[in-house]
Nanobody, 123 residues
Framework: QLQASGGGLVQTGGSLRLSCIAS????????MAWFRQAPGKERTFVAAIHRSSGGTVYADSVKGRFTISRDNTKRTVYLQLNTLGPADTAVYYC??????????????????WGQGTQVTVSS
C-alpha cells in the first residue's frame, strides 16, 4: 500500500514536497517512482529512484527542477518540486515496482500505486 501526500495550490515559481509512505511490502527491494496525470491526458512518467543504489532518472520536462529521493528506514519516497509552472498541474501518483531498472519509466511495470495527490499551479 502507498499513501501519498503533500500536494496543494501554489503560484508559478513556487515549490512543494510530496511524500509517499509504503507499507505491506519490502520497500528496500522496490524501485520507486512518481507519475502524473493532467486533466484530460494520460498518466506520464516523472521520476524514478533505484531500490539500492539511489540512482535516479527523470522525464526531460522536469529535469533540473524536480528531485526524487528515498529514505528506506522510513519506507518513504519524496518528490521535491521546484520552479513550478501551470504545466505541472496534475494529480501526482507514487508507484512501486520490482522490475529491472530499464523498465521504470513504463507505468505497466508497476504493481503498487498510491491514491494520488493534487498539485495545482496558478499563473
Amino acid at each position: 500500500q502507498l499513501q501519498a501526500s503533500g500536494g496543494g495550490l501554489v503560484q508559478t515559481g513556487g515549490s512543494l514536497r510530496l511524500s509517499c509512505i509504503a507499507s505491506g511490502f519490502n520497500f528496500r527491494s522496490y524501485n520507486m517512482a512518481w507519475f502524473r496525470q493532467a486533466p484530460g491526458k494520460e498518466r506520464t512518467f516523472v521520476a524514478a529512484i533505484h531500490r539500492s543504489s539511489g540512482g535516479t532518472v527523470y522525464a526531460d520536462s522536469v529535469k533540473g527542477r524536480f528531485t526524487i529521493s528515498r529514505d528506506n528506514t522510513k519506507r518513504t519516497v519524496y518528490l521535491q518540486l521546484n520552479t513550478l509552472g501551470p504545466a505541472d498541474t496534475a494529480v501526482y501518483y507514487c508507484a512501486a515496482t520490482s522490475t529491472v531498472w530499464s523498465g521504470v519509466s513504463f507505468s505497466e511495470s508497476y504493481g503498487y500505486w498510491g491514491q494520488g495527490t493534487q498539485v495545482t499551479v496558478s499563473s
